[in-house]
T-cell receptor
Framework: KAGVTQTPRYLIKTRGQQVTLSCSPISGHRSVSWYQQTPGQGLQFLFEYFSETQRNKGNFPGRFSGRQFSNSRSEMNVSTLELGDSALYLC?????????????FGPGTRLLVL | AQSVTQLDSQVPVFEEAPVELRCNYSSSVSVYLFWYVQYPNQGLQLLLKYLSGSTLVESINGFEAEFNKSQTSFHLRKPSVHISDTAEYFCAVSDLWRGKLIFGQGTTLQVKP
């Protein structure tokens, strides 16, 4: 099976712009979770989608949003970018999103905000 | 609230030496625990996990971790490390809310020749 894929791998944006990142889960996986990784804050949970519904959300401002499509592919959007949004954004997929399931991570999208 | 503490941010060790990466968690309920590894410019890969049963869990590449409920720890060990083990290692606990992992700050393992 193909692994989790994320596009694009690298992005450079300027403050105030918006960005959309894409994630394709492993075939058959219906849960997609998003994480932000920074040197200062480490890995932080953004949100989780299952069957096109957001089931869980972390402590991020409303500028961070996402959605999931009927084929389980997911996108996340960040509007009005700030310098502090520079990070590696990782998505992970699992079968049902249950606590005991393994989450499989993609390679990430590295976002640089100038 | 659940949390994870990795006690060492960096662990330098010589090749073929043993290593232990420490992880403590706080949780008032049953937990599922994970160790992930991240190589440079890559995503996270599962190393091993504890769900229930035997408190000692092993990975295919020689790592093992022991779940200790009384000490709320899940330390990762390897008896003999290789240069290729150089990476960042993350301990995580699965939140009761679906689809959410809570990670420690990570430990960089630096294996020297």
């Amino acid at each position: 099976k193909a692994g989790v894929t994320q596009t694009p791998r690298y992005l450079i944006k300027t403050r105030g712009q918006q960005v959309t990142l894409s994630c394709s889960p492993i075939s058959g996986h219906r849960s997609v979770s998003w994480y932000q990784q920074t040197p200062g804050q480490g890995l932080q949970f953004l949100f989780e989608y299952f069957s096109e519904t957001q089931r869980n959300k972390g402590n991020f401002p409303g500028r961070f949003s996402g959605r999931q499509f009927s084929n389980s592919r997911s996108e996340m959007n960040v509007s009005t970018l700030e310098l502090g949004d520079s990070a590696l954004y990782l998505c992970a997929s699992s079968l049902e999103g249950l606590p005991q399931e393994t989450q499989y991570f993609g390679p990430g999208t590295r976002l640089l905000v100038l | 609230a659940q949390s994870v503490t990795q006690l060492d941010s960096q662990v330098p060790v010589f090749e073929e030496a043993p290593v232990e990466l420490r992880c403590n968690y706080s949780s008032s309920v049953s937990v599922y625990l994970f160790w992930y590894v991240q190589y440079p410019n890559q995503g996270l890969q599962l190393l091993l996990k504890y769900l229930s049963g035997s408190t000692l869990v092993e990975s295919i590449n020689g790592f093992e971790a022991e779940f200790n409920k009384s000490q709320t720890s899940f330390h990762l060990r390897k008896p003999s490390v290789h240069i290729s083990d150089t990476a960042e290692y993350f301990c995580a606990v699965s939140d009761l809310w679906r689809g959410k992992l809570i990670f420690g700050q990570g430990t960089t393992l630096q294996v020297k020749p």
